[in-house]
C-alpha cells in the first residue's frame, strides 16, 4: 500500500468520521474523479467498517480505482 493512498484514506476516513458526507464525495470526486454512484459505493463500504482506519479505508480505494481489462 503506498503513502499516497494511506494519506487520501486518512484524509477521506475523517471527513465520514466527522459525518461530512458532502465533503467527502467532493474529495473523492477532485482527487480521483470517480463517478458519483462509486463515490456512494465507497462510502457506504467505509461506513460499514468495523475497525475504520486508513489502511482498511485505502484498500477500499484501491478496490475501486484498479481498471478492469476484459
Known sequence: MSATWKYQAKCLNQMINANNETQAHLYLEQ????????????????????????????????????????
Open 31 to 70: 482527487l480521483l474523479l470517480f463517478p458519483v454512484d462509486i463515490q456512494d459505493r465507497i462510502i457506504e463500504e467505509i461506513s460499514h467498517l468495523s475497525n475504520c482506519n486508513s489502511t482498511a479505508v485505502a484498500n477500499i480505494i484501491g478496490q475501486y480505482s484498479i481498471v478492469d481489462l476484459k
